[in-house]
């Protein structure tokens, strides 16, 4: 029934054309993509609808092409092909890094993916404590060389440095996880760590030193697996609460041990110290006596100097003092000297207004006999002495 035309009531029997017609064998795409996807788009008229279809399928073909004949290996991952059917079937040696890559659909072909980064395996009961992203499984449980068991955290850096040997000789998908590296690490953690006693785990330097051992020891099984361990880190390690108790009061005990050794040593050393101390004093005591006996000694030298210059300089005054006197004598005694005493004896007599002297006698004075007088007082005539 058409648009337009009144309904009559009456149903139309009335055969479609290609009633009694033969299906042809040919597929008309485009009849198929008109029922399956433009029954859900409104009404469009016939030559736009034309023009659309063209696009919209090759883009849909392009997509369909996309999802069956490629496969995108992310950054961190390696691509290991399989091939299903055809001349070289089997594992390609060949591996994929990033980028896409043409793989042909329905099984004929088949890309594996492996991580290319570092991968952490977690052993611990406190999976909260674990980094994220890891792969975790149970602490390993450990026992000591005198018969102590410990359950240690352990956190095992590894990479795949052969994705092929890994795929051919471990497996695909996890089983590098499952089959590799989970089955291989509490043995081998055993086999080093067990050899530690209880107290020697609380050694650093000797944990690390197994640790170190329990690395070599996997990479010797890994590594021609295409698997190489870079760490192995002793992160927590926890003994049964009785054998952690019987630990801690043995550390304590031992602490106290050490603290009384110390403090009997520092009682040595500050003995000594006082020692040495009282040994610098009395030095600098003695040096100090040794300084003032040599300044003594060199102010006796110096005083002992300046007594002995200045005797000589007294003695050399006096020897000038005896030698002017000798002189001034010699110089009395020569000529003129009796009369220099005349006129010193003038002299005394100047301050005289009256001399009394004796007329009679021997020795009497008589003013108007000259030589007489002269005589008397020992005066010489002339230059005569």
Not at 158 to 175: A, Q
Not at 314 to 341: F, I, P, S, T, Y
Request: glycine share 8%; proline share 5%.
């Amino acid at each position: 029934m058409s648009k337009g035309q009144p309904h009559s009531g009456k149903e139309d029997t009335t055969p479609p054309d290609d009633v009694g017609k033969q299906p042809s064998s040919r597929i008309n795409f485009r009849d198929i993509f008109n029922r399956r996807f433009l029954k859900f788009l409104p009404p469009i008229p016939g030559r736009l609808a034309l023009k659309l279809i063209t696009p919209v399928a090759g883009i849909a073909l392009l997509v369909i092409c996309y999802n069956l004949f490629s496969f995108y290996v992310r950054p961190d991952e390696y691509g290991i092909k399989v091939v299903r059917v055809g001349l070289h079937r089997g594992v390609q040696k060949e591996v994929y890094h990033a980028g896409l890559n043409f793989l042909l659909p329905f099984g004929l072909q088949e890309m594996y993916r492996l991580p290319k980064g570092i991968q952490v395996l977690e052993l611990t009961n406190s999976p909260q404590t674990a980094s994220k992203g890891a792969r975790k499984d149970r602490a390993a449980h450990i026992q000591t060389s005198d018969g102590f068991f410990v359950d240690v955290d352990v956190s095992i850096l590894y990479h795949i440095r052969d994705p092929y040997l890994v795929f051919t000789t471990i497996g695909p998908g996890t089983l590098f996880e499952d089959n590799g590296i989970i089955p291989k690490a509490e043995p081998a953690l055993k086999e080093t760590l067990g050899k530690l006693t209880t107290e020697e785990f609380y050694n650093s330097p000797m944990r690390v030193q197994k640790t170190e051992d329990a690395r070599n020891n996997l990479n010797e099984v890994l590594y021609p697996k295409g698997i190489e361990v870079d760490q192995v880190l002793v992160r927590y390690f926890k003994y049964s609460q009785e054998i952690q108790k019987n630990i801690e009061e043995k550390k304590l005990q031992d602490q106290m041990v050490f603290t009384n050794q110390a403090s009997a040593r520092a009682a040595r050393e500050e003995a000594a110290l006082k020692k040495t101390i009282q040994e610098g004093k009395a030095t600098a005591a003695v040096e100090l006596e040794k300084g003032k006996a040599y300044v003594t000694r060199k102010m006796a030298e110096k005083d002992l100097y300046v007594r002995s210059k200045k005797a000589d300089a007294d003695l050399m005054v006096k020897l000038a003092e005896a030698e002017r006197v000798r002189l001034k004598n010699e110089a009395l005694q020569g000529g003129g000297a009796e009369r220099m005493v005349g006129l010193k004896m003038a002299d005394v007599y100047k301050g005289l207004e009256v001399v009394i002297l004796p007329s009679d006698g021997p020795d009497g004075i008589n003013p108007l006999n000259l030589n007489k007088a002269l005589k008397l007082f020992d005066v010489r005539k002339g230059d005569a002495r």
